[in-house]
């Protein structure tokens, strides 16, 4: 099994910056993309980033010049730099990774969420 394990989610002003944590664990063989959704209330789950095993970066037109997606191979280990948040960011941000598992299985991830709130 594998685990993902987001942290960082907090409650900041407008314009403030938050930075997102996921840590995955368990029988890891090695992680393809590791990517960043959000879902905020009454709104269906949304894309915000992805990051290759290469650290090439996408993002969505929403977050563009405001956050990074980052990622430490080494540990397993997802960011996302939250930075000049608005109130519509407020939502739960949700990590995702395409992990090749020890068995062989490539299959996709995610971490129970964590809240981000930005105060107007």
């Known amino acids: 099994q594998v685990q993902l394990v987001e942290s960082g989610g907090d409650l900041v002003q407008a314009g403030g910056s938050l930075r997102l944590s996921c840590a995955a664990s368990g029988s890891i063989f090695s992680i393809n993309v590791m990517r960043w959704y959000r879902q905020a209330p009454g709104k269906q789950r949304e894309w915000v980033a992805v990051v290759t095993s290469g650290g090439s970066t996408m993002y969505a037109d929403f977050v563009k010049g405001r956050f990074t997606i980052s990622r430490d191979n080494a540990q397993n280990t997802v960011y996302l730099q939250m930075n000049s948040l608005k109130p519509e960011d407020t939502a739960v941000y949700y990590c995702?990774?395409?992990?090749?598992?020890?068995?062989?299985?490539?299959?996709?991830?995610w971490g129970q969420g964590t809240q981000v709130t930005v105060s107007s």
């Open positions: 995702n990774a395409n992990v090749r598992t020890s068995w062989g299985n490539n299959t996709d991830y």
